[in-house]
């Protein structure tokens, strides 16, 4: 019997069945598709790391190195199971020509090094994640610049200077664990052995990589630090297997966490919108639930009944998006398969996206027992007599139907009602919020990531051109000659020198560990601090935030360098924010000498009218091989591979979150037109037209999506930005600030919105005349 009356409750609501099938299997589908993403990429991610034996702890040096020195240090240390020095040939990238184009990489920010296969680990892998092999006159082309330039197998690679040239034939295309992010501005090219050495002859910058590996992973932070006090070469930046791990995971991590922040919210909705669903089916069924109750029926057998339909459509709907998860993966493993490569799936990546669809389903199920916990207070008697569970809200005192004196009579008819039933248009309103905050945070983000203000994410300030010198014998005199040019160029409004150096500074335990800290005038081009302020005396210093946060360090805080020889203490005056080199730098305003500087940088702006791509073609010309970078372009080729994976988040939760709002207004629309059916005969009775009615749904619909917008809004600017802050702390960025494009955030969107819960109430208003009908019969 009970089985008869489930069945034909869902074949006589079949639009309500449907919309709550598709809330809670879009919730299914979303978190298991964020656990089946975080699982599989950390998977692939360790399969690829394995493959290509990537060392725990890696010295970037440029300089000459004793060989015989580093030989000494791995053999004497316990630590230490396989070391070995890649030497990398630095060539410009206005020497480096992709394909048959005829331009050259003068524009790219990316450092080109040109390197052999290595012999004992740290092995450059192919698509196939399988050891690289070129032959002579062949050359293996890092994933980047494929994707920037369309590259493919058989195409060529020049390397043109005023005394060589050679073309290669691209051979493979290189997955490097080390420089395989676009965020990472520097790419290891492969060239044969025999190839390599003929380079040798004619490009004499080189940079080294010194690698390690350790016996032990989880001793990786004791043996860097027993390098850093070693003294060995250290004139360039550290890293670790940790840092290469998070590197590779991160533009598809941000993917993942994002999926599940919005399946979070759709979650929420869901239940929202069954709990009002659940209790609107009450209210339309009481009187028949009381006649159950007075003829004997145990509350707990009704609650029975309405536990199996919600049962079934839980069960069927998780079970329907958990198998729509295994499909929905591929399109956002694009970027994964290219970058990283898909580990082979085990049973794990099936059983945790269930798990995930699992949880959905035990959730709605003890949910649905918790709003149906109201049986036990309802009377058969009082509800056989009032036919309801509850009763309207009271009408304010200036909101009666005389004060309605310069608006027509129907629209404030429909104003009073938001208000009368207060509960159930606040519930309505707050699913909206929810939606519009779903909608502009990835949007909002989107456009911060793209404008040039991110810049001060990255520990700089905001400029038109940065000039970078790499370390060379004479980097010093080049870089003498290149103020003076910048100093008495007429079209340069303002610039900034600045050296950054290796600094010996002592942490808690009493160690002395080698520091980047960056020097010179940081008035010029301000970085946003999250607390405090730039260093203004030679006692003062600013750190990172993850630096700082590593140190333990707060304002006000002392710390001690060693500085031409002597202990300086420096008082802690800034912290800011800074996701490059691991996120760990430092401000001062100290004296340099020449042999601890490992790079030398001026940014600069130029003045209104100066055409920035021709000064920067002139400066690249005059400081040849500085790398002279125009900033726009320097975010776009660094980032460009996460904003594209933020875009594709921003369409989906866009049209996610308009499916959603277009659902709920149907959902809530037309089971309130269902059950204000006597109401609405009663209107008529008075003179009110069909039109009239229909009106009074609409101006109802546009108060609570005008409400859920100024909400959603609000929420997005302090909720939302708080979460992306959050998100964004653990690679250096604590405190992120949205760059809002009003005309999308504020007028684009919402008008959207608006429209699409707008026309979506229109069409449920056009059912007015059946319920009209009905209403009548039963009269």
């Keep these: 019997m009970l089985d008869r009356v489930w069945r034909k409750d869902i074949a006589r609501n079949k639009l309500i069945t449907a919309i709550l099938f598709m809330f809670i299997c879009m919730s299914s589908l979303l978190v298991a598709s964020s656990a089946s993403m975080l699982l599989e990429l950390f998977r692939s991610v360790d399969d690829w790391f394995e493959k290509a034996a990537v060392p725990h702890f890696v010295q970037m040096h440029v300089g000459e190195i004793n060989q015989q020195e580093i030989d000494a240090f791995a053999s004497q240390s316990k630590l230490v199971k396989d070391q070995q020095t890649v030497e990398m040939l630095s060539i410009e990238p206005a020497d480096v020509y992709f394909g048959a184009s005829g331009v050259s990489e003068a524009g790219s920010v990316m450092e080109m090094s040109f390197v052999k296969q290595n012999k004992a680990f740290d092995f450059l892998l192919d698509l196939n994640n399988e050891r690289l092999d070129v032959l002579p006159g062949e050359i293996a082309v890092p994933i980047y610049f494929m994707q920037q330039h369309d590259l493919e197998l058989g195409d060529t690679v020049r390397l043109a200077t005023d005394s060589f040239s050679k073309t290669f034939t691209i051979k493979n295309f290189v997955r490097d664990a080390q420089m395989n992010p676009s965020i990472v501005s520097s790419k290891r090219i492969v ?33 860097e630090q027993l390098y850093l006090a070693s003294g060995l070469p250290h004139q360039g930046t550290a890293i670790t297997y940790a840092g290469f791990r998070l590197l590779n995971a991160l533009t598809d991590g941000v993917a993942a966490v994002v999926v599940l922040l919005a399946s979070v919210l759709l979650i929420v909705i869901a239940f929202l919108c069954l709990r009002f669903t659940m ?131 129907h629209i404030f008819v429909g104003i009073q009602d ?68 910048i100093q008495h160029d007429s079209d340069v409004e303002r610039y900034s020198p600045l050296v950054t150096s290796s600094y010996k500074m002592r942490s808690d335990d009493g160690v002395y560990e080698n520091v980047s800290v960056q020097t010179g005038d940081f008035s010029l081009f301000p970085l946003a601090y999250l607390s405090g302020a730039a260093p203004a005396a030679n006692d003062e210093i600013a750190l990172s935030y993850l630096h700082a946060k590593e140190r333990g360090k707060q304002l006000g805080d002392t710390l001690t360098l060693i500085v031409a020889g002597e202990k300086r203490v420096l008082k802690l005056t800034g912290i800011y924010q800074d996701v490059t080199n691991g996120g760990k730098t430092a401000k001062a305003l100290l004296p340099y000498e020449p042999h601890s500087v490992l790079w030398y940088m001026v940014s600069l702006d130029v003045k209104p009218g100066v055409a920035i791509g021709e000064k920067r073609a002139e400066y690249a ?39 959603i709002a277009l659902l709920i207004t149907a959902l809530f629309f037309n089971m309130l037109i269902v059950k204000d059916a006597s109401e609405i005969v009663i209107m008529r009775s008075l003179g009110f037209s069909l039109k009239n009615i229909r009106q009074q749904y609409i101006i109802r619909s546009l108060a609570v999506l005008l409400a859920g917008i100024v909400l959603g809004t609000a929420a997005a600017g302090s909720v939302g930005q708080g979460a992306v802050s959050m998100l964004m702390s653990f690679v250096g ?43 009548g019969a039963t009269k």
């Design 191 to 223: 060239v044969s052995d025999a190839d390599w050495e003929k380079l040798k002859g004619y490009f004499a910058e080189k940079e080294y990589l010194i690698e390690f590996l350790l016996h032990d992973g989880e001793r990786t932070s004791e043996f």
């Design 621 to 659: 010309a005059a400081f040849y091989p500085a790398k002279v970078t125009f900033m726009d372009d320097y975010l776009s080729q660094t980032l460009g591979s996460t904003i594209n994976q933020l875009q594709k988040i921003t369409v989906l939760t866009l049209a996610a979150a308009l499916a």
């Design 279 to 409: 209790l609107a089916a009450l209210e339309e069924e009481v009187y028949e639930i009381g006649v159950m109750k007075a003829i004997g029926i145990a509350g707990s057998d009704i609650r029975q009944l309405y536990l199996m339909k919600y049962r079934l459509i839980a069960l069927t709907a998780t079970m329907a998006g958990w198998v729509l998860s295994l499909f929905a993966e591929r399109a956002f493993m694009a970027n994964r398969s290219l970058y990283i490569g898909i580990a082979e799936k085990n049973a794990l990546s099936y059983i945790i996206p269930l798990l995930g669809a699992g949880c959905i389903f035990l959730f709605v199920m003890l949910f649905c027992r918790f709003v149906l916990g109201g049986f036990k207070r309802i009377s058969a008697v009082e509800a056989m007599r009032s036919g309801s569970t509850s009763a309207k809200g009271r009408m304010t005192k200036w909101l009666r139907l005389h004060r309605s004196r310069f608006i027509p009579i």
């Design 733 to 775: 960025a604590a405190r992120v600030e949205f760059v809002v494009n009003p005309l999308v955030a504020y007028v684009l969107i919402p008008l959207i919105f608006l429209a699409v819960g707008l026309v979506t109430t229109l069409f449920s208003s056009l059912t007015i005349t059946a319920n009209v009908k009905g209403a």
């Design 418 to 485: 938001v208000f009368i039933r207060f509960r159930t248009f606040g519930l309505l309103t707050f699913v909206f919020t929810l939606c519009f905050f779903l909608i502009i945070v990835p949007v909002n983000f989107l456009n911060t990531m793209k404008s040039p203000d991110f810049m001060t994410y990255m520990g700089a300030g905001k400029s038109d051109i940065q000039i970078d010198l790499r370390q060379t014998d004479d980097v010093a005199q080049r870089y003498s000659k290149m103020l003076a040019y």
